[in-house]
C-alpha cells in the first residue's frame, strides 16, 4: 500500500508520518531528505530549486519499495494535483491500493509558531520561513481523510490514519 501525505510545511506531516512509520512497519519516504541530498550532491545557483527532480527520484523509490511488497509512506507537501496524480500512478503500475492523507494545522497562530520554532531533522535543510508557507499555494484535494493537527495529538492521528488501511 502507498499511503500518500500532503500539506503545508509545519503541519506536522512528518512528524506523524514518521509515528505511522514506526506503528506500522513501513518504509518511509521523505521529499525533504531527497531533495537536500541533490543540493548537496550538486550545488545550485544562489535562488534555484532542485525542481522536479525530488519528486522524480521519491516515485521511483516508492515504486520500487511497492514491487518489494512493503507499505511506503510518501512525505511531501503535494501541493498540486500533478504530484498528487502521479503518486496515484505510481500505485497503479505497481498494483498497489493508496490513501491520501492532507494533513493540516487549523489554527494560524498554532501554525505559525510550530513553523518559526522546529529545528530541522534534514542535514542542511533550511525550513521554511511563516512568510513563505502564507505564501506557498495549495490546491483543492479530495483526500481520502483530512488530519488536523490542532485538533489531534500524534497518537490520535496516526490511529486514524490506520483506520483506513
Known amino acids: 500500500m502507498l499511503i500518500i501525505l500532503g500539506g503545508l ?6 512528524t506523524i508520518a514518521q509515528a505511522l512509520a514506526t506503528r506500522i512497519g513501513a518504509c518511509y519516504l521523505r521529499v525533504d531528505t531527497i531533495e537536500q541530498a541533490i543540493r548537496a550532491a550538486a550545488p545550485l545557483a544562489e535562488g534555484h530549486d532542485v525542481g522536479p527532480a525530488g519528486y522524480v ?57 510550530r513553523a518559526e520554532t522546529r529545528g530541522s531533522t534534514v542535514a542542511g535543510l533550511i525550513p521554511p520561513t511563516w512568510a513563505q508557507i502564507e505564501q506557498r499555494g495549495f490546491e483543492q ?8 493537527t490542532f485538533r489531534l495529538s500524534v497518537e490520535d492521528s496516526v490511529t486514524e490514519i490506520v483506520k483506513l488501511l
Not at 9 to 14: A, E, M
Not at 85 to 97: H, W, Y
Open 9 to 14: 510545511p509545519g503541519s506536522g506531516k512528518s
Open 57 to 113: 527520484a521519491l516515485y521511483q523509490l516508492a515504486a520500487d519499495n511497492l514491487r518489494l511488497g512493503h507499505t511506503v509512506i510518501a512525505d511531501s507537501v503535494n501541493a498540486i494535483e500533478i504530484t498528487r496524480s502521479a503518486f496515484r500512478t505510481v500505485a497503479k503500475e505497481t498494483n498497489s491500493r493508496f490513501i491520501e492523507v492532507e494533513v493540516l494545522c487549523s489554527d494560524a497562530a498554532t501554525h505559525r509558531h
Open 141 to 148: 484535494w479530495n483526500p481520502d481523510v483530512r488530519i488536523d
